[in-house]
Structure formats: structure tokens, C-alpha cells
């Protein structure tokens, strides 16, 4: 059927003796999924590499909207994504090489959000998971990042970018502008993280690479003109 859906891959944040009441990112999209028409929210969680690669493709496996977005909410250090206690992560180029290994089957996802500390500040293997993919944008963190407020902002994004038409998924200027809309309401100077101790804004906590539908156009950084849009 045609629709839209987001593919939410979750790792655990807390042990039930640190959170009880286990907080997920889900109970925050769900409110954005109820207010908007043909829309589906998927939900899985994944300790390591093998269980994240099960996960999507079991979501993937059960979905039949066209038009798909992968949200990987996930604890984040350096290179490396999801992993809690002595379980390890895997690494952000394993994350991605699957999407690029399996273009195929994962066509449909038009594009990728990291909600995880750090892993964002990785921008060549950022733009190395575009090429080759049919998705068209990554964003993510580069620094340790508030939980709440930083899934505050995922579901902003994803309630901009979810409703770009496939014809403005040519156009980088028009994936650009749905990230200012997101964005322009938070305070670019927010002290959402913390890198080496120091504290760190907003404005310099994100990355955003692009590569719009289309022949000849590549991956790019679009970071810094994200910002000036924003007039951070």
C-alpha cells in the first residue's frame, strides 16, 4: 500500500535497576505518527550488529508503505553504535555498509537519522554510506548529547523531512530548507552536549550530508550552509 513509515532500530538506554520504566524514543514519534495520514512507525531493539541486521530486516520484511526513513536511536562513542554494558557496538561503517550492501532491498528508505552521541562528527564514512544508496540524506551528533531534548529534535526532523514530495528529493537546496524548518525552532546556541569535557551548542553539535535523487549529484557536507540558513 503507499504511505510513509519510519523504521525506528533502538538500543536500549538504561538497565531496568537505572530506568525502570525503560524510556524509549517511541512514545514521542507515536505522537507525531497519529496527527499525519498513511503513516506507520516501526519499532525494534538491537543490542549489537547482528541484532541490529535482524531487525531491520525483519521490519523491513513486515513493511509495505514505499516511501521509508531508519532511525537508529542508539548509544554512540567515536566510531561506534549501540552496545550496553559488556554487549559491544558495532562500528558506524558496519551500519552503513549494510544499507549499501543490500541497496536493493533497502531502497525505499530515503534517509537516515543517527540519534547517538558522536558518531556524527564521522563525516567521510557519512558521505561513503550515501554513495552508491538511494538515500539522499544522514544526519547525526557530533558530540554527547542530551537524550530528551536531542529526541525532541529527531522527531522534529523527521516531521519536516517526512514531507518532502518525491520530486523535491532532486533537489539538495529543498532537503536543505526542510532541515532549517525543522531546526529554526531551537535555540542554535542551546548547550545540548558535552565534548572533552567542554560544553558544546547546539550549532555545533550536528552534521547533515546530502546527495539529492538524480544523475551526477554526489555526497556532500551541507553542514555549514544548514547553519547560515539558520543564521546560527
Known amino acids: 500500500m503507499p504511505g510513509k513509515a519510519i523504521l525506528v532500530i533502538e538500543n536500549p538506554w538504561w538497565t531496568p535497576d537505572q530506568n525502570k520504566s525503560r524510556a524509549s ?9 497519529n496527527i499525519a495520514e498513511n ?3 516501526y519499532h525494534s531493539y538491537f543490542y549489537e550488529k547482528h541484532g541490529f541486521k535482524a531487525a531491520l530486516k ?13 532511525y537508529v536511536a542508539a548509544h554512540g562513542q567515536g566510531k561506534t553504535v549501540g552496545g550496553a554494558g ?13 544499507l549499501k550492501k543490500n541497496y536493493i532491498q533497502y531502497k525505499n528508505i530515503e534517509g537516515v537519522l543517527l540519534g547517538s552521541c558522536e558518531v556524527g562528527g564521522n563525516v567521510k564514512d557519512l558521505m561513503h554510506g550515501l554513495t552508491g544508496t ?12 542530551e537524550w530528551l531534548t536531542s529526541t525532541i529534535i529527531d522527531v522534529a526532523i523527521f516531521e519536516k523531512l517526512t514531507r518532502l514530495s518525491n520530486s523535491q528529493l532532486s533537489s539538495r537546496t529543498k532537503i536543505i530548507n526542510a532541515f532549517v524548518d525543522a531546526l529554526k525552532r531551537f535555540n542554535g546556541d542551546y548547550l545540548i ?18 546527495k539529492p535523487r538524480g544523475r551526477g549529484n554526489t555526497p556532500q557536507d551541507n553542514t555549514d550552509i544548514l547553519r547560515e540558513s539558520l543564521e546560527w
Not at 559488556?86 to 558496519?94: A, D, I, K
Not at 558535552?194 to 547546539?202: A, E, Q, S, T, Y
Open 25 to 33: 524514543v517511541l512514545p514521542l514519534l507515536q505522537g507525531m505518527g
Open 39 to 41: 503513516f506507520t512507525i
Open 58 to 70: 525483519d521490519d523491513l520484511s513486515h513493511t509495505k508503505e514505499n516511501r521509508l526513513y531508519l
Open 86 to 98: 559488556e554487549t559491544p557496538g558495532m562500528l558506524l561503517s558496519t551500519l552503513l555498509g549494510e
Open 134 to 145: 538511494r538515500l539522499t540524506w544522514i544526519f547525526g551528533y557530533t558530540c554527547e548529547i
Open 193 to 210: 552536549g558535552k565534548c572533552d569535557g567542554k560544553n558544546i551548542p547546539l550549532k555545533e553539535s550536528i552534521t547533515l550530508v546530502i
